[in-house]
């Protein structure tokens, strides 16, 4: 079964925040620099959603989106 793309994209987001590349208080790159990268719109506001509903990020579309000051870093990590 394919991930959705919306998953594709908020999964690799997920990853940067767990390796460092992104930090708590780090802005996410833009929806221009996500669309220049390939993602659609739709993909882009989807995953942003998804990632907010999770606790990896805050902030608002338009104002900027930006890494929760406590990810969920061990979600994956619990046993």
Do not use: C, N
Not at 2 to 17: C, F, G, N, S, W
Not at 18 to 39: E, H, I, N
Not at 46 to 54: F, G, I
């Amino acid at each position: 079964m394919t991930m959705p793309k919306y998953e594709v994209l908020a999964e690799e987001i997920r990853d940067q925040i767990r390796s460092g590349v992104l930090a708590p208080g780090d802005r996410l790159p833009s929806t221009s620099q996500l669309k220049t990268a390939g993602w659609s719109q739709g993909t882009i506001t989807w995953a942003m959603r998804v990632l907010r509903m999770e606790g990896w990020t805050r902030g608002q579309p338009g104002d900027g989106v930006f890494v929760s000051d406590h990810p969920p870093l061990d979600q994956t990590d619990s046993p």
